[in-house]
C-alpha cells in the first residue's frame, strides 16, 4: 500500500498521466490524470498505445466510459478526485469502455439519487420533515412521500424516528430530497423503523461489501439468529434480534467483520453457535 502511493505521488509529482490498465487495484491520487487504450485506430502492430480519454471527441471515438465517484469529467480529460483504488467494470454487453471508478475510504457520505439510507427525523417545519442522514445538510421528507397518505390521513411520524428511504434529487446545487414509495407508490419495505433494535455506523466500503449479492457475510449471520437488518447506503445499519445480547453480538460481527479474513468469521461463528 505504501509502495503504490509513492508510485502515484511520483507521477503526480512529475505530471505524466498514467494508463488506467496499469493502475487498476492500485493507489491513485486526487489531481492525477488517467489514460485509456485506444481501442479504434490503432498505430502499428499490436494497437497505437495509450492516449488521453477524450470524452469530445466527436464521431472518432464510439468508446462510452462511465466516469463513477472519485473520477471527474473536466474538458475531454479525467481525473482523480478521491484518493483510493481504482476499479473497473467491464460492460455488460461486451462493447464500451465500461465503468471506472475509486473505492476509497470516505467517512462523510455524498447523497446520490436512487440510494437506500437510513435517516434520523430531527425537525418538522409545516409539511416537510428535515432527516439527518450523514451528509453536509439534512434531507426533506414530504408527509405526502409514504404509502397511503393524504392531507386527511398523516403518516405517524415523530422527531428521533429512523427513517428508511431512498432519494429522488441528489445534486451540489440543491437540497435532498427522500421518499418512501418506490414508482408504483408502493412502500416496498420503506418508511418508519421499529423503535427497537439498535442502529449503529460503519465505513461506507463495508457497506457496499455487505450488500454484494456474493457476501458470505450475511449468510453467516443469518445461520446464527433469527434478526431483522436494514442496511443504508450512507454507512447506518439497524439490526434487531430476539434479545438484547443477541443485538449486540451480530451489531459487534458486523463492526469488526471488515478486519477480520474468512477463517477468524468461521472461528468466531462456530464458537457462538457452540455456546
Not at 42 to 48: L, V
Not at 134 to 160: C, D, H, I
Not at 198 to 218: N, S
Request: aromatic fraction near 4%; glycine fraction near 12%.
Amino acid at each position: 500500500m505504501a509502495e503504490a502511493a509513492a508510485v502515484a505521488a511520483e507521477s503526480l509529482a512529475g505530471g505524466r498521466a498514467r494508463a488506467a490498465r496499469t493502475v487498476l487495484n492500485q493507489v491513485v491520487l486526487p489531481g492525477e490524470e488517467l489514460l485509456l487504450p485506444e481501442q479504434e485506430d490503432a498505430e502499428g502492430p499490436g494497437g497505437g498505445g495509450e492516449r488521453p480519454l477524450r470524452l469530445n471527441a466527436g464521431v472518432r471515438s464510439r468508446v462510452r466510459v462511465v466516469c463513477g465517484p472519485g473520477l471527474r469529467r473536466c474538458g475531454d480529460r479525467l481525473l482523480v478526485t478521491k484518493c483510493g483504488r481504482l476499479r473497473h467494470k467491464e460492460p455488460g454487453s461486451g462493447s464500451g469502455g465500461g465503468v471506472y471508478w475509486v473505492d476509497s475510504q470516505q467517512k462523510r457520505y455524498v447523497p446520490v439519487k436512487g440510494d437506500h439510507v437510513i435517516g434520523i427525523v430531527t425537525a418538522k417545519s409545516g409539511d416537510i420533515f428535515k432527516v439527518d442522514v450523514g451528509g453536509s445538510e439534512p434531507a426533506s421528507l414530504s408527509y405526502l412521500a409514504f404509502e397511503g397518505a393524504t392531507k386527511r390521513n398523516r403518516p405517524n411520524v415523530q422527531v428521533g424516528d429512523l427513517i428508511y428511504g431512498q432519494f429522488v434529487v441528489a445534486n451540489k446545487d440543491m437540497e435532498p430530497e427522500m421518499v418512501c414509495i418506490d414508482s408504483c407508490g408502493r412502500a416496498n419495505g420503506m418508511g418508519v423503523i421499529g423503535h427497537d433494535g439498535l442502529l449503529f455506523k460503519v465505513t461506507l466500503g463495508l457497506i457496499r461489501k455487505l450488500l454484494a449479492p456474493d457476501c458470505e457475510i450475511i449468510q453467516e449471520v443469518g445461520k446464527l439468529y433469527p434478526l431483522e437488518i436494514v442496511f443504508g447506503m450512507n454507512g447506518r445499519i439497524w439490526v434487531k434480534a430476539k434479545t438484547i445480547q443477541q443485538t449486540l453480538i451480530l451489531a459487534n460481527i458486523l463492526e469488526a467483520c471488515e478486519h477480520m479474513t474468512a477463517d477468524q468469521r468461521k472461528q468466531i461463528f462456530s464458537r457462538l453457535a457452540e455456546s
